[in-house]
């Protein structure tokens, strides 16, 4: 089950960051109200997620997860480059949480 909670909370983190360039500096109530739940929602899931996995592994693959997120909706949202070397970067990403998916038991 914390794999799942881990997933959740990562998707989580993708909607607060992205979240973030929405509230145009805390300034929109809406999009500030809307990124500061999904953070709560996020460290709710990852903390959940951190009864049954190791510490060091969670929190790479929940920032790896977000990180991946927020690059792809940059990208698709905002416009944002999306250059070989950049996703190169992204995929070596991918691969660290897919390794450290691996040499996790459970």
Do not use: D
């Not at 460290?43 to 990180?67: D, F, K, Q, S």
């Not at 905002?78 to 390794?99: P, S, W």
Request: proline share 4%; with cysteine; glycine share 16%.
């Amino acid at each position: 089950m914390g794999w799942f909670y881990l997933a959740g909370a990562g998707l989580f983190e993708v909607g607060w960051a992205v979240g973030l360039k929405f509230t145009h500096g805390f300034t929109r109530p809406v999009p500030t109200v809307l990124t500061v739940l999904s953070m709560i929602v996020s460290l709710g899931l990852l903390g959940l997620a951190l009864r049954t996995l190791p510490l060091g592994t969670a929190y790479a693959i929940w920032t790896g997860i977000g990180t991946i997120g927020t690059v792809a909706l940059g990208i698709i949202l905002f416009g944002e480059a999306a250059t070989a070397f950049r996703l190169a970067c992204v995929g070596l990403i991918l691969a660290g949480i897919v390794g450290l998916k691996l040499a996790t038991p459970g």
